[in-house]
């Protein structure tokens, strides 16, 4: 009788906490993606001419400018993620973060607007210095923070408005990460069409004003819907629940393992609020943290939990996949720094409309607006009828599909910059489409939708709980990696042909893309990601999935790899 009356008066509480989240919560979430992204996208694809054009920056220091913003951004994720998961919760984090971002994008708007704080042109690399070169660069390390902290913490927001180990919510979770990724694409598509025409065919100051307003819109909205989220406190912090398992696997290097690993610590079973990982196998070594030597009792720095050390073992797991996607990201960046100043020297006219050269993306973008639909409506229900699984496909299989079209996207671009190359040696006057560069775009716009979501929805499932912004952020980090080798590759590349070309003069020289050999860049990145891709091949499939010992969640995946 007194555990009905208990029953009943839990039943308000439990009633009200299913009043929060989901759907209802993630509206306010997929705002701020659509009006952040707006504003982030459009200058990812359009900025690389603001620091050509305006900062004087040459072809390859331009480039280098954004891939090396880019990565930044990306790589202070990690940061994001890291607060979000220790000090912060993940919605003040985001909107910390955010407060930042608006400040830089401020920065951005004064500069642009104001000529005594532009740079005289001297032919050089780079034409920034004194005062203005103080205010651009910390108008970038702001905006790079701002933006790079908001991503490390929002994602991994939105996904706690769902409960994996419910079976529907979790197949709620896996259509959120694509309805994510709709309303990022909504937002980019009037980013690369609206704001950059403004930016690049009125002025570059009003499409920097209209990002700001556009992102100062978005975190007031997340702000506003606050009463509709469940908001998880800040943990332990990640990298100390790391380190000890490492520190305390050294420290027990000397130690044999027990024959059944029952045998090793692990939290009580009475603790049903804490998360338990089933033991695994592989990468044994770890589990001599979890052994409780004679005499001692379980303390801190002196013994880790089984489910302490599977955190680690899944991290570990999680790296190879990390790396297997860098060179996809490094194939990204070329789309947004050499395909743009390709399209800079294209036909521009569409009709009797004049479209600006970052805005071709907007194909790829249109063609992900109408795929993310049909793929989560007709698709996924179809596909999980066959596998069980709640995603459809498993995420390894989606992030396979992407690296495979982004090596194809990268040598179809090597053939269409021969045909560029070739009418402007011929005649510079009659230069072919800007659409031409569609063909790249599209391919490798599939590749993303695929590849992105895939690797979100992986780190996110597969991560401990104490850790998912860290792990969501591993997705942010393979990008930044991109974007760095990205610069790594045009200086690499520069100097070594330099010395072997018979010109003496580098692929990517200098001014003037017709004299440059760019397809040969591009079709050097295709060889890599055909190569990167057997990489991916072998490490998937020695992937095996997390298994929680207690929760009803969606179907085990146990130890399949790839195919779930």
Known sequence: MAD?????EQRP????????????????????????????????????????????????????TLTNFMGSTYLLSLVGGFISDTYLNRFTTCLLFGSLEVLALAMLTVQAASNHLHPEACGKSSCVKGGIAGMFYTSLCLLALGMGGVRGSMTAFGADQFDEKDPTEA??????????????????????TGIVWVSTQKAWHWGF????????????TLALGKPFYRIKTPGDSPTLRIAQVIVVAFKNRKLSLPESHGELYEISDKDATAEKIAHTSQMRILDKAAIIQENSKPQAWKVCTVTQVEEVKILTRMLPIVASTIILNTCMAQLQTFSVQQGNIMNLKLGSLTVPAPSIPVIPLVFISVLVP???????????????????????????VGLVLSAISMAVAGIVEVKRRDQGRKDPSKPISLFWLSFQYGIFGIADMFTLVGLLEFFYRESPASMKSLSTSLTWLSTSLGYFLSTVFVN?????????????????????????????FYWFLATLSCLNFFNYLYWASRYKYKREDSGPGFKALGEMPLNG
């Open 374 to 400: 049909l793929y989560e409506l007709f698709f996924v229900p179809f596909a999980r009828k066959i596998t069980q699984h709640p995603s459809g496909i498993t995420q390894l299989q989606r992030v396979g």
């Open 209 to 220: 004003f209209i990002i700001t307003i556009a992102s100062s819109v978005g975190f007031v």
């Open 492 to 520: 690499v590349i520069n100097a070594v042909t330099q010395r072997i070309t018979p010109s003496k003069q580098g692929w990517l020289h200098g001014f003037d893309l017709n004299q440059n050999n760019l397809n040969l």
């Open 13 to 64: 509480l439990n009633q009200w906490k299913r009043s929060k989240g989901g759907f209802m919560a993630s509206m306010f979430i997929f705002v701020l993606s659509a009006l952040d992204n707006m504003g982030f996208v459009a200058n990812m694809v359009s900025i690389v001419l603001y620091f050509y054009g305006v900062m004087h920056f040459d072809l390859a220091s331009s480039a280098n």
């Open 4 to 8: 009905h009356d208990a029953t009943e």
């Open 171 to 192: 197949k709620a979770l896996a259509s959120f990460f694509n309805w994510l990724l709709l309303s990022s694409t909504v937002g980019a598509i009037t980013g690369v």
